[in-house]
């Protein structure tokens, strides 16, 4: 069973910037499409960044366009998530994601098959 691990999340403040990293050993991350997901208290999980499988397609949740990049390297098996410009709305348990048997997932949910445990993301104002 593939298990991804996420790092990287962190308290900053508004208008700061974190790097989330997310790794798994083997090769299935380079045969995955990928994607970052976030979930607030109380709030359903949420699709913000997604990245085909040879990283040649990328979408975004609007509300996070233009702040941040999703990026992978399938040499080291993992994809990362720059934020910048981040806002008190941003914060959440951000959840990496992979789907094996398709080459692009975007924002459905239900077709990615197996899930990190999450990064705490705190953003204060």
């Known amino acids: 069973q593939v298990q991804p691990v996420e790092s990287g999340g962190g308290l900053v403040q508004a208008g700061g910037s974190l790097r989330l990293s997310c790794a798994t050993s083997?090769?299935?991350?380079?045969?995955?499409?990928l994607g970052w997901f976030r979930q607030a208290p109380g709030k359903e999980r949420e699709f913000v960044a997604a990245?085909?499988?040879?990283?040649?397609?990328?979408s975004y949740a609007e509300s996070v366009k233009g702040r941040f990049t999703i990026s992978r390297d399938n040499a080291k098996n993992t994809v990362s998530l720059q934020m910048n410009s981040l806002k008190p709305e941003d914060t959440a348990v951000y959840h990496c994601a992979g789907a094996t048997r398709i080459s692009y997932g975007g924002s459905r949910r239900t077709l990615y098959d197996y899930w990190g445990q999450g990064t705490q993301v705190t953003v204060s104002s």
């Open positions: 990245i085909s499988r040879n990283g040649d397609i990328t």
């Open positions: 083997g090769r299935t991350f380079s045969s995955s499409a």
